[in-house]
């Protein structure tokens, strides 16, 4: 069999196009990383200000306790099928421990800085989440924590 496009050539205006778009790709991502633009700064002067080591275990019924460091008794219950944004958050560390071959005994760090931003750190990995960045409602979901990892239920 023949090749039905052999005696056909790419047109012009598509090759010239996708030239083009190529290029514009190249150049906003070299301003981007030259300037800064859209990147994430924590800037030096925000300090802790409440920050507090949390265990999670997962039950045989589907919740999930929350340990204050490698403490025995839970510090707080997320009950089964609630708690979305935080058991989401939560899978996408567990599987970056497990992708370095690291269980779930090391606690995760859940800090309030002073500027007003939550972040969740997981020491093992580095990895490190601006919960803000996913909205009021569910940084208040790990702001929860936070206050029932203080003693308050």
Do not use: K
């Not at 996708?18 to 700064?41: E, F, Q, Y």
């Not at 030096?44 to 200000?49: E, F, I, M, R």
């Not at 009950?79 to 970056?96: C, H, Q, S, V």
């Amino acid at each position: 069999m023949s090749d039905p496009f052999a005696d056909r050539s790419m047109p012009r205006g598509v090759l010239l196009g996708a030239a083009a778009l190529i290029g514009a790709a190249l150049v906003a991502v070299a301003a981007v990383r030259l300037t800064g633009v859209g990147t994430a700064v924590f800037p030096p002067s925000a300090q802790a200000v409440s920050q507090r080591d949390l265990r999670f275990e997962d039950r045989p019924d589907g919740s999930v306790a929350v340990h204050e460091g490698h403490g025995a008794e839970p510090a707080f219950v997320l009950a089964p099928g609630e708690d979305g944004f935080i058991r989401a958050t939560l899978r996408t560390f567990a599987r970056e421990r497990r992708h370095v071959g690291v269980g779930a005994e090391a606690p995760f760090r859940l800090t309030a800085w002073s500027d007003g931003r939550l972040t969740l750190e997981d020491p093992v990995t580095g990895r490190r989440v601006d919960l803000e960045a996913f909205g009021p409602t569910n940084a208040g979901a790990f702001a929860r924590l936070l206050v029932a990892a203080n003693g308050t239920r």
